[in-house]
């Protein structure tokens, strides 16, 4: 089966950044990037058109980074508490998930989308935790994570 190629709008994990021509198979490229406007056909005109581009792109990508880092910057002594029920082996009735967090960031004023929560597992029992929030490809920052047995808070 033939691969087709295409350009990328935005920056796909695991796939390329903004700008890239990707070869991908076909049922990913017309069921997932295309109609979510991650990617655009690599036509002669398409490439030329985003050659053009590709100085303001980097403008663009630039002042995005320059962002992530002073969000970084703010982020890093944001301690986020959770309360949650306990229950008698040590562990969360129910668990602190990656929206849970975003959620809390939200109510602290940052619009965090809950997708750069790098969270592996729900988190499932009471503790301080390490928790890496990708603001942008380039720019990681750790926030920390307490989550109290909801008794011992009252």
Do not use: C, W
């Not at 008698?88 to 940052?110: C, N, P, Q």
């Not at 503790?127 to 994570?145: A, M, Q, S, Y």
Request: proline share 5%; glycine share 8%; aromatic share 4%.
């Amino acid at each position: 089966m033939p691969l087709m190629e295409l350009l990328l709008k935005e920056d796909v994990d695991k796939l390329g950044v903004r700008g890239d021509l990707v070869k991908v198979k076909p049922g990913y490229g017309r069921n997932y990037l295309l109609p979510r406007g991650l990617a655009i056909q690599a036509t002669p005109g398409n490439v030329k058109q985003i050659e053009l581009q590709r100085k303001a792109l980097l403008k663009k990508e630039a002042v995005e980074r320059d962002t992530a880092t002073q969000q970084a910057e703010l982020l890093k002594d944001v301690t986020l508490e959770f309360a949650r029920k306990v229950g008698e082996h040590g562990i969360l009735y129910g668990s602190v998930t990656s929206m849970d967090i975003a959620e809390a960031f939200a109510a602290k004023g940052f619009e965090i989308d809950r997708r750069r929560v790098q969270l592996k597992d729900p988190i499932k029992e009471p503790g301080e935790f390490e928790v890496p929030v990708k603001l942008h490809r380039e720019v990681t920052t750790n926030i920390k994570v307490v989550v109290r047995n909801e008794e011992e808070a009252k």
